[in-house]
């Protein structure tokens, strides 16, 4: 199976890229570097004719602040260019995204055990302990989250057979919110799908802060509920690499033999109009939606044609009824 030139030119730019030394290398992630965690595994990606790694996260801990939210309509409010010149924030949407920052990231499994880490997390999140009688909140109050996030990476394909693949063994290794996207054809250009392999059931975020009207980080948990975040945190991570093992095990295995002999049986080959199973099964579920309220419209014209029906059989009765008096009268 050939592979679209313009797939080749994108694979060869993101692969000259990766093969930067770490010192010299950077991206838009926060840790600006590919994660230690998932290196084999983008690697042994990038090694198969048809597929290229685009973005990606092993997974991460993190604690992350807010943007700062828009000021409500009154006059006191400063206009939004300056708090953000003053701040540094630039101004999120709702939920405070779109802005915010990073007060702690790690890309790895916690160590509780440690001399530096025991008993000293609101050190290490920026976060200070203050008593209950000082905590002022308001509707501006922008809060600090401990969230855990799982694998996610986005894998560019040069057809729906090498989609396929991917897409299987990210469902089957776990990954259940994987799917893919430009599987339609667009003109004469070729389509090269992209694969997005991720799942939301291991993620978790919890509020554990705030920043006071001096910018100060302030805790609204004990030292005691943040250890148990983080446990909990490292547990999912657990989960989360060995699917992400299993999801490198099911790839491999999955092009250890030729595309064109393992992915189907000559009667049920992949014709240009393939569609993974999972977006197969949203459309057949959008599809039947849109069946339900063709019979819920039609049934309410057909109620609207009756009434108006009904409305012109009492009219007419009731010109009967009048004429027939008329005649008694004469």
């Known amino acids: 199976m050939s592979v679209p030139l313009g797939f080749t030119k994108k694979k060869q730019s993101i692969v000259q890229q990766l093969t930067v030394p770490d010192a010299q290398y ?6 600006g570097q590919v994660d230690s965690g998932i290196r084999d595994l983008i ?38 260019e300056l708090e953000e010149q003053r701040t540094g924030l630039p101004i999120a949407g709702a939920g405070g995204k779109g802005g915010g920052k990073w007060l702690y990231v790690s890309h790895e499994l916690f160590d509780m055990n440690s001399n530096i ?37 986005h894998v560019s394909t040069s057809s729906l057979k090498h989609a396929q693949r991917v897409l299987t063994s990210a469902l089957s290794a776990g990954f259940r919110e994987s799917g893919a996207i430009n599987v339609a054809s667009t003109g004469n250009e070729p389509r090269t799908p992209m694969v997005a392999v991720r799942t939301t059931g291991l993620a978790f975020d919890s509020i554990v802060g705030y920043a006071s009207t001096d910018e100060e980080i302030v805790s609204l948990v004990s030292e005691h509920y943040l250890e148990i975040l983080v446990s909990v945190a490292n547990e999912r991570f657990k989960v989360n690499q060995e699917r992400t093992r299993r999801f490198r095990a099911a790839l491999v295995a999955a092009y250890s033999a ?30 039947g939606l849109k069946r339900q309220q063709d019979l819920r419209d039609l049934e309410k014209r057909a109620q609207q044609q009756r009434e108006v029906v009904g409305t012109v ?18």
């Open 258 to 287: 030729p595309l064109e002999s393992k992915d189907v049986s000559p009667a049920t080959s992949v014709s240009e109009d393939w569609e993974p199973s999972v977006l197969r099964k949203q459309r057949k579920r959008d599809e």
């Open 26 to 31: 950077s991206d838009a992630s926060p840790k």
């Open 117 to 153: 880490n025991k008993g000293h997390l609101h050190g290490l999140f920026g976060m200070k302990q203050v008593s209950s009688a000082t905590v002022k909140m308001n509707t501006e109050t922008r809060y600090v989250h401990l969230k855990f996030e799982p694998m996610i990476l």
């Open 313 to 330: 059989h009492s009219e007419h009765d009731g010109v009967l009824e009048l004429f027939s008096d008329d005649v008694v009268g004469m």
């Open 43 to 80: 690697a042994d990606i990038n090694a198969i004719d048809g597929l290229v790694t685009t973005s990606s996260c092993a997974g991460r801990i993190a604690v992350f602040l807010e943007g700062r939210k828009k000021c409500t309509t009154n006059g006191s409010n400063p206009p939004v």
